[in-house]
């Protein structure tokens, strides 16, 4: 679930965020209430090496079923 949210709605953890993984963060819907929300800051890859990596992983998976297949 991709969702976006403009800075003044959101309010990150206290302490600084220096690594990657797994966070919550409190959104504020319509300025009225206030949900927990979970937040997973991971390495940005572009779109081509995401696609490149999904490729060559099939290739692989390929490559392991004919094998079994042969043998």
Not at 11 to 21: A, K, M, N, V, Y
């Amino acid at each position: 679930l991709g969702v976006f949210v403009p800075p003044h709605a959101l309010r990150l953890p206290p302490e600084p965020i220096t690594r990657w993984g797994h966070f919550w963060c409190d959104v504020t819907v319509n300025g009225l209430d206030t949900v927990r929300v979970p937040m997973d800051v991971v390495q940005f890859l572009r779109p081509k090496t995401k696609r490149s990596r999904r490729w060559q992983e099939q290739q692989r998976q390929q490559l392991e079923s004919s094998r079994e297949r042969l043998l």
